[in-house]
């Protein structure tokens, strides 16, 4: 029986993916006019204040590593900001990273200014990112959300991302310990993409040391 000091299982958050061969949807409309842009090192301070960071080191750091910034204006204000990274990110406050393959992209550490928000313009921006990333080429897109996040979620689900894979913390003897269920009416494959990605070879050894004990189990331990 859990105590309050260990809760036992939670879900945290999940990942989500948006297929980009699916037929495209009917997009989110904003409620105000906004210009969305890629933005490069000429917006460095303005990105770095929207963020609300002390110095641009780290909006430098991020353009200089290969990630890129997508914002919105409104009325020449930066109100939106989403950032997009091709290869590895870090999943902030799980502390795993992501891995993407060949023609896919993660979209993350997305904001509305508080004085804009309630306008659409995340699942705006998410939408003008996805146009974007679609016409040049890119497959698959994964993006995710803390799990009680529901402004995140709505939007994810307006731009047709699907949940596939859903992050579960547990706390048991004073351990932290993570795993990845996939979320309900996720494909099979899907899943397997999904850690994959998060856990490179090590979900196939985890699974099947899992196996091992239960046969009939899907969740990957690390
Ligand atoms: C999640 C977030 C990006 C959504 O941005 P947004 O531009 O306000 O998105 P939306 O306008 O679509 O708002 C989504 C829902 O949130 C609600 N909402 C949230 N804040 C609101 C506010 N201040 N005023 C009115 N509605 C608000 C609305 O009900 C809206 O639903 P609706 O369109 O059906 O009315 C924004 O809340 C945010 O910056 N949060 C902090 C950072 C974060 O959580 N990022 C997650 C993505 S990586």
């Known amino acids: 029986m859990p105590t309050a000091s260990e809760p036992g299982p939670q879900h945290v958050g999940t990942l989500w993916l948006l297929d980009l061969s699916e037929p495209s949807l009917i997009g989110p409309i904003p409620r105000v006019e906004v210009i969305f842009q890629l933005v490069g ?84 921006l998410l939408w003008y990112i996805i146009g974007e990333l679609r016409s040049q080429g890119l ?3 994964w993006i995710g959300a803390d799990a009680d996040n529901i402004p995140s979620q709505v ?23 993570y795993w990845i269920r996939g979320h309900a009416g996720a494909s099979e494959q899907h899943v397997e993409d999904a850690r994959s990605a998060i856990l490179g070879g090590r979900h196939k050894a985890g699974l099947a040391a899992l196996s091992s004990v239960n046969p009939d189990s899907t969740t990957s331990l690390f």
């Open 41 to 124: 090192s000429e917006a460095i301070p303005l990105i770095a204040d929207a963020m609300g960071l002390g110095s641009s080191e780290e909006v430098f750091k991020r353009l200089d590593a290969g990630k890129r910034c997508y914002i919105g204006n409104v009325n020449g204000v930066l109100a939106t900001y989403g950032w997009v990274t091709f290869d590895k990110e870090l999943i902030g406050e799980l502390r795993l990273h992501i891995q993407l393959s060949p023609g896919e992209a993660y979209i993350w550490d997305c904001a509305t200014l508080l004085e804009y928000r309630g306008l659409r313009l995340y699942p705006s």
């Open 155 to 177: 939007g994810m689900r307006l731009c047709g991302f699907h949940p596939i894979a859903d992050f579960v913390q547990d706390y048991t003897l004073g351990l932290h310990s």
């Open 139 to 141: 497959k698959r897109i």
